[in-house]
């Protein structure tokens, strides 16, 4: 029993050793390469500066993989109306997990990837999730804490080798307002990758965690909303400038929405079809691009919506790592260009969070920084994103119905000459004729096909 026991143990102990081993390599090492490198430096005396760094990290990393934890279970139960509160359970069992077991990755890497009650298979979806959403706020906790990445910030030297993080007001609330519009934008890309439309009382959750804040305490804006940076700009209570740099954000989230839309949801229409399966990934579409654009600023959102049509490519087979959740409806077959530029999104945001200081001073990445010239070319340069971001079968639905029409068309065509010629015919039929030509029109120029792939991923029916 002793030995079963600890066979079952040994990757968890195999996990913890290889955590004990780099953060003792990094602490031990490093000081030792910083004393050969600065004579007036001690091993002894460079051991609490980096025991610092390695106690920051650690715990950035249990808070930020909690957070992932608790992003998973957002995932499951929102789409299905439940309540986000209470103790974690076994979707299978319904047994309530213990303490131990809600530990981010190594719980799961503990139970062998099973549950403790039933001993059924626990999705690996958890831990990966856990990791991405840990990975990606803690680099930018260690960025923002160490001064590297938020532009027009006063620099930390970081060329000694007893260097710390300076912590402020200002910047824990610029962080913890990053942390909040980052792990939002993870549950919504979360839910939409298993092809299920957003709760609305996630996007409205979205709305007042990311413009409330911005609203009451200017300070988080960081960038101003000008084209061009004002002299002199400080952002202290420029109340004003936030609401206008949430306006234009919102506007620049709704413009580049619709142009992606024509690979994403080609069959979206406000006007014609509010209710559609494809209106609905338009909307969500809109909702998770308004999240970055109030964050870094829409001169910045032309570069990041390529950056991410680019990674959705990219991060396809991680994708495929992450099983589909059961939807409210069912599940989806297979995720598509819109599932895996939901998933992109969140990279993107983070990747520019982390070198936003290196990015803000080069001059042609489009910014307050850069020339209006670099801003227009990278907004036209989106205009290319849906020609290689989209689903092949939804281009080739897109085409066939296409053809179709122009058939059609071409038979109405014909069909109306012909009735033109014949000069027997009376005049009462031929409008009667005109009127029922013109009603069979719309039948082959809808979208049809499309809009019913649309609904399919969205609302799948149930087994």
């Not at 958890?126 to 620099?155: D, K, R």
């Not at 092809?195 to 979205?206: Q, S």
């Amino acid at each position: 029993m002793t030995r079963n026991r600890l066979r079952k143990k040994l990757p968890l102990l195999a996990t913890l050793t290889l955590i004990v081993f780099a953060a003792a390599a990094y602490i031990f090492g490093l000081a030792w390469i910083q004393s050969r490198m600065y004579a007036f430096y001690d091993f002894e005396d460079l051991i609490q500066p980096r025991l610092i760094d390695a106690t920051i990290v650690g715990w950035l990393l249990f808070f930020c993989s909690s957070i992932g934890s608790f992003l998973n279970v957002v995932a499951w139960r929102m789409p299905r109306g439940e309540g986000i509160g209470g103790h974690s359970h076994c979707p299978r069992c319904a047994n309530t997990l213990k303490i131990q077991d809600n530990v981010p990755v190594l719980g799961w890497i503990s139970l062998a990837g099973r549950c403790r009650f039933c001993s059924l298979p626990i999705s690996r979806r958890y831990p990966i999730v856990e990791a991405l959403v840990g990975g990606s706020l803690t680099l930018i906790g260690i960025t923002q804490l160490y001064s590297l990445s938020l532009p027009a910030q006063f620099v930390h030297a970081h060329e000694g080798p007893l260097w710390t993080p300076r912590v402020s007001p200002e910047l824990l609330a610029i962080l913890t307002y990053h942390t909040v519009a980052v792990s939002t934008l993870w549950a919504m890309a979360l839910i939409r990758i298993d092809g299920t439309r957003l709760p609305t009382r996630l996007i409205v959750f979205a709305g007042i965690a990311v413009v409330i804040p911005m609203l009451a305490y200017p300070t988080v804006m960081v960038v101003p909303w000008q084209a061009t940076r004002p002299l002199y700009w400080v952002p202290e209570g420029l109340h004003v400038e936030a609401i206008m740099r949430v306006a234009t954000a919102l506007v620049a989230a709704a413009l580049f929405g619709r142009v992606l839309a024509k690979g994403l949801c080609p069959s979206a229409d406000l006007k014609l079809d509010p209710l559609g399966g494809g209106t609905t990934r338009l909307v969500d579409l809109i909702a998770m691009l308004s999240i970055p654009a109030i964050v870094i600023g829409w001169q910045s959102m032309p570069a990041l919506v390529i950056v991410a049509a680019i990674l959705s490519l990219l991060l396809r087979p991680m994708l495929r790592w992450i099983p589909i959740n059961d939807g409210p409806k069912g599940q989806i077959a297979d995720r598509g260009a819109m599932e895996a530029f939901a998933f992109a999104l969140p990279f993107a945001l983070t990747l520019h969070l982390l070198f936003w200081r290196v990015l803000w001073e080069t001059p042609y990445w489009p910014s307050d920084q850069s020339s209006r010239n670099v801003i227009i070319v990278s907004a036209l340069l989106v205009l290319v994103v849906p020609w290689f971001v989209r689903d092949r079968t939804t281009a080739a639905t897109t085409a066939a119905t296409t053809d179709v029409a122009s058939v059609d068309a071409v038979a109405d065509e014909g069909v109306g000459r012909q009735a033109g010629v014949d000069e027997q015919a009376p005049a009462g039929e031929a409008e009667i004729a005109s009127a029922g030509s013109a009603n069979e029109l719309p039948e082959h120029h809808g979208d049809g096909e499309s809009d019913q792939r649309d609904q399919g991923r969205d609302h799948a029916p149930g087994p």
